[in-house]
T-cell receptor, first 113, second 115 residues
């Protein structure tokens, strides 16, 4: 069964601190993995996308890593800001021609001043 | 438009009534998806349209749910005889197939409340 598990479920950090969110998946065959940021009351917005051959990808203060052997990904946020408070969703696609993806339940990040 | 547009943004309906939710995808995006997000829960796949192919309806939770996509563009999700458990945010996303990156662009969603 294709599954995507994210941890922690929620996280509270102080502004300026770094944090790392985890995503483990059992999706097969793997096509690509994306991290999305979802602000409250908004739809998810793509942060990064990685294919099988990519180990790391950055988008500003966001850096995603992928270990295809262990089927793990992480999203590292550097020098957090209050605006980083959101849900972060890991999405793994396994059949892009059929539009098949499995979504994690997300990690809710709260950045406090 | 520049993004995926959904309407209405909020809908309150009485139990037993039918509702229609609208999604206007990004122009040229051939793929369109509907997802449901209950409070504090992850995204639940409902239905997927790709061009003129038969839609993938495997995620629809019951026969009270249906969706159409007219002219390969605008889509309408219809929920008949609404129940309280239908209360959720309904998100629409579109994707430009064939670019190698099947990333979704999501709308802001319709928050449905069944009272």
């Amino acid at each position: 069964k294709n599954q995507v598990e994210q941890s922690p479920q929620s996280l509270i950090i102080l502004e300026g601190k770094n944090c790392t969110l985890q995503c483990n998946y059992t999706v097969s065959p793997f096509s690509n993995l994306r991290w999305y940021k979802q602000d409250t009351g908004r739809g998810p917005v793509s942060l990064t996308i990685m294919t099988f051959s990519e180990n790391t990808k950055s988008n500003g203060r966001y850096t995603a890593t992928l270990d295809a052997d262990t089927k793990q990904s992480s999203l590292h946020i550097t020098a957090s800001q209050l605006s980083d408070s959101a849900s972060y969703i890991c999405v793994v696609s396994y059949n892009t021609n059929a539009g098949k993806s499995t979504f994690g339940d997300g990690t809710t990040l709260t950045v406090k001043p | 438009g520049a993004g995926v547009s959904q309407s209405p943004s909020n809908k309150v309906t009485e139990k037993g009534k039918d509702v229609e939710l609208r999604c206007d995808p990004i122009s040229g995006h051939t793929a369109l998806y509907w997802y449901r997000q209950s409070l504090g829960q992850g995204l639940e796949f409902l239905i997927y349209f790709q061009g003129n192919s038969a839609p993938d309806k495997s995620g629809l939770p019951s026969d009270r749910f249906s969706a159409e996509r007219t002219g390969g563009s605008v889509s309408t999700l219809t929920i008949q005889r609404t129940q309280q458990e239908d209360s959720a945010v309904y998100l629409c996303a579109s994707s430009a197939r064939g670019q190698g990156d099947y990333g979704y662009t999501f709308g802001s969603g319709t928050r449905l409340t069944v009272v």
